[in-house]
């Protein structure tokens, strides 16, 4: 019941094409889902995140869909660019507590 | 830079030995989580504090001890080190000062590496 899913582990885009990530989650007590961006070598990164009152929300080219019924929720990249190779985690948690991350997904994105 | 700061970057030592990795959070935090991340085991949640207080605990091995001291910066202990120890190993904050209380803010890690 803790885990989240996240598929799919790997992902080629071409530029400018959109990059799109799916995770699944089973606990209904989660209120908060994140997405972290980690270049090699760094600590992941605050991407954007969103609560379960809301279906969608957008930041430049990033946007969270939230699904509840369905217990998903995906980051798309829009206009995809090199720079956005990355591994991205989705996760989520209720309160303040720890993080559940999903297994992570190797983007990369073709010049 | 997220704010928070970890030391050392890099950790070589061998086989049951004793380190000791630190973290300072943000100015304002309260909240520290400890995350080891490995590559077959992504990211793991080991352990909270908040405050100086542990608040949870994820899978964190007997070997491995944590707290958080009045200045609120925090260390994790590894001890009788072995193999499979080798990860990155990160802090995280987050207090009532951030725009959303839930969000956890990454330190850059503390690789370990034991052979």
């Known amino acids: ?111 | 830079d997220s704010g928070v700061t970890q030391t050392p970057k890099h950790l070589i030592t061998a086989t049951g030995q004793r380190v000791t990795l630190r973290c300072s959070p943000r100015s304002g935090d309260l909240s520290v989580y400890w995350y080891q991340q490995s590559l077959d085991q992504g990211l793991q949640f080991l352990i909270q504090y908040y405050n100086g207080e542990e608040r949870a605990k994820g899978n964190i091995l007997e070997r491995f001890s944590a707290q958080q001291f009045p200045d609120l910066h925090s260390e994790l202990n590894l001890s009788s080190l072995e193999l499979g120890d080798s990860a990155l190993y990160f802090c995280a904050s987050s207090g009532p000062l951030a725009g959303d209380y839930n969000e956890q803010f990454f330190g850059p890690g503390t690789r370990l590496t034991v052979l």
């Open chain 1, 1 to 111: 019941q803790q885990q989240v899913k996240q598929s799919p582990q790997s992902l080629i885009v071409q530029k400018g094409g959109i990059s799109i990530i799916n995770c699944a989650y089973e606990n209904t007590a989660f209120d908060y889902f994140p997405w972290y961006q980690q270049f090699p070598g760094k600590g992941p990164a605050l991407l954007i995140a969103i609560r379960p009152d809301v279906s969608e929300k957008k930041e430049g080219r990033f946007t969270i869909s939230f699904n509840k019924s369905a217990k998903q929720f995906s980051l798309h990249i829009m206009d995809s660019q090199p720079g956005d190779s990355a591994t991205y985690f989705c996760a989520a948690n209720w309160g303040a507590q720890k993080l559940v991350f999903g297994q992570g997904t190797r983007l990369t994105i073709n010049p």
